[in-house]
């Protein structure tokens, strides 16, 4: 299995337009699709729509026929017939799921809910006040939404860690309602391991429908008005979790009229390594992110003899996979193994691709870490690869792509809380900023703010 991974030498200055092409392919623009997507596209809508432009027909569609249309795009996508009454999960059925899982499975489950739980309430805010000196009070009053959509993907695998990491973390911060939604595919929504964790989850609402239609559904609701609505798809506040480029694209279009977690795309990694890496090691972490298919995978050190002992482990473990040739298709097209000068040079690419994952398996990481700003989630030393953060520590797996990380975090409790400011003058605090007020209403000629001070003095 000869792997035709790109080499680039940083050190060089003719590397800057691999760079370049580097940076470019982990942002992609959200409108490249395949041949099969594309001949997908015109059988479905009859022409060939961009991946932007089918989303937008979608979601405008479900918007303006409710269930019917998702409906439809269930059958058309997926390939899955279902009738309304059929798109949620009877409780009976999840109920079936979780007494048929294995107890070893429901075990872990358990477990790995207690990791994601302890951190995620740790790390939640709290109400904070502030006293005056005329004796009011500022106070930041934090409160959880009401309800949240969860995106869980079922394509190729089935995810029940997604669940865990995005319903955990709306648990901790005290979201009442969580609505789940999975394609309806063997993966999906006929997962028994997905709907018996959401059931130990104590969540009671997953409906099959997946894609943008999903996304659509949760923001804009199916047929929300009574009776016909009982048992459908209620609108929620905000949408989180991972998918395709379509429910990527999806998410972008209708958030304002919901929130929505980020705008993520294919899964990656960044491994910092030196001469005390094993080559095992680092040629293991990046072909675990390369499997996402895509998925890229990027390493990057100055010990030089270290480029081709990773090159000749990936092809050796690569064989040995049974996802092995998805693996090397995202490493040809998403990967890459890169010569810095040093540690410094290091950090600072780093913070060029602001990566979704960066692993510094390298000595003394802490000192390196402390060079580098942007990365949605810094995994530290020789005992800590990226499934660790995937399945069991607690921070969520749902973390910002295509160095989105520059100005984007990873999916936590807090995100799940909205606030407000609550603001009590007593009379001696109004006349201490009175003069204040004043002055710079009139400055912007808004009279009637200055008014409604003034009359309070007279």
């Known amino acids: 299995m000869k792997l035709k991974i790109a080499r680039i030498d940083a050190r060089r200055p003719e590397s800057l337009s691999a760079l370049?092409?580097?940076?470019?392919?982990?942002?992609?623009?959200?409108?490249?699709?395949?041949?099969?997507?594309?001949?997908k596209t015109i059988e479905v809508f009859g022409e060939p729509l961009t991946p932007t432009q089918v989303v937008e027909r979608i979601c405008d569609d479900v918007r303006d026929r409710g269930v019917e249309a998702a409906l439809e795009y269930g059958e058309k996508l997926d390939g899955a017939r279902l009738a309304a009454d059929e798109l949620r999960v009877p409780a009976e059925e999840l109920a079936a799921a979780h007494a048929a899982a294995e107890p070893e499975f429901l075990e872990t489950v358990r477990r790995l809910r207690a990791n994601i739980l302890r951190f995620?309430?740790?790390?939640?805010?709290?109400?904070?006040?502030v006293d005056l000196p005329g004796g009011?009070?500022?106070?930041?009053?934090?409160?959880?939404?009401?309800?949240?959509?969860?995106?869980?993907?079922?394509?190729?695998?089935?995810y029940p860690s997604t669940v865990l990491m995005t319903a955990v973390p709306a648990q901790a911060a005290g979201v009442k309602e969580l609505a789940v939604v999975a394609p309806p595919t063997k993966f999906g929504s006929y997962n028994?391991?997905?709907?018996?964790?959401?059931?130990?989850?104590?969540?009671?609402?997953?409906?099959?429908?997946?894609?943008?239609?999903?996304?659509?559904?949760?923001?804009?609701?199916?047929?929300?008005?009574?009776?016909?609505?009982?048992g459908i798809l209620r609108k929620v506040d905000k949408i989180v979790g991972p998918g395709n480029l379509f429910v990527a694209l999806a998410k972008r279009h209708v958030y304002?009229?919901?929130?929505?977690?980020?705008?993520?795309?294919?899964?990656?990694?960044?491994?910092?390594?030196?001469?005390?890496?094993?080559?095992?090691?680092?040629?293991a972490d990046l072909i675990a992110q390369?499997?996402?298919?895509?998925?890229?995978?990027?390493?990057v050190t100055?010990?030089?003899?270290?480029i081709e002992a990773v090159a000749e482990e990936l092809e050796k473990q690569l064989a040995e996979l049974s996802r092995g040739e998805l693996a090397k298709q995202s490493l040809e097209a998403f990967g890459a193994l890169i010569t810095v000068g040093?540690?410094?040079?290091?950090?600072?690419?780093?913070?060029?691709?602001?990566?979704?994952?960066?692993?510094?398996?390298?000595?003394?990481?802490?000192?390196?870490?402390?060079?580098i700003r942007c990365a949605g989630a810094v995994f530290m030393g020789p005992h800590s690869p990226v499934p660790v953060g995937d399945y069991a520590a607690g921070p969520s797996h749902v973390l910002p792509t295509g160095a989105t990380a520059r100005f984007a975090s990873g999916l936590s409790s807090n995100d799940f809380l909205r606030s407000n400011s609550v603001i009590e003058f007593t009379a001696k605090d109004l006349k201490a900023n009175a003069e204040d007020i004043v002055r710079i209403a009139e400055k912007e000629s808004l009279t009637a703010h200055a008014a409604a001070v003034s009359v309070r003095l007279e």
């Open 290 to 299: 390369a499997e996402h298919a895509p998925g890229s995978a990027v390493l």
């Open 342 to 371: 040093d540690r410094a040079q290091a950090a600072r690419l780093c913070d060029e691709l602001a990566t979704e994952h960066l692993h510094l398996a390298c000595e003394q990481p802490q000192q390196l870490l402390d060079q």
């Open 120 to 129: 995620q309430s740790a790390i939640l805010h709290t109400d904070v006040s």
């Open 192 to 230: 028994t391991d997905l709907l018996a964790t959401c059931h130990e989850l104590g969540i009671d609402e997953v409906y099959r429908v997946g894609g943008a239609q999903a996304v659509a559904a949760m923001a804009y609701g199916l047929d929300p008005s009574p009776p016909q609505g009982e």
């Open 302 to 306: 100055w010990h030089e003899p270290l």
């Open 20 to 39: 370049q092409e580097l940076r470019h392919k982990l942002a992609p623009d959200g409108n490249v699709v395949s041949d099969a997507g594309r001949r």
């Open 136 to 158: 009011g009070s500022l106070r930041q009053r934090y409160l959880p939404l009401e309800r949240v959509g969860l995106c869980v993907p079922g394509g190729a695998a089935a």
């Open 256 to 283: 304002g009229t919901v929130d929505i977690d980020s705008i993520a795309g294919p899964s990656e990694v960044i491994v910092i390594a030196d001469q005390s890496t094993p080559a095992r090691y680092a040629a």
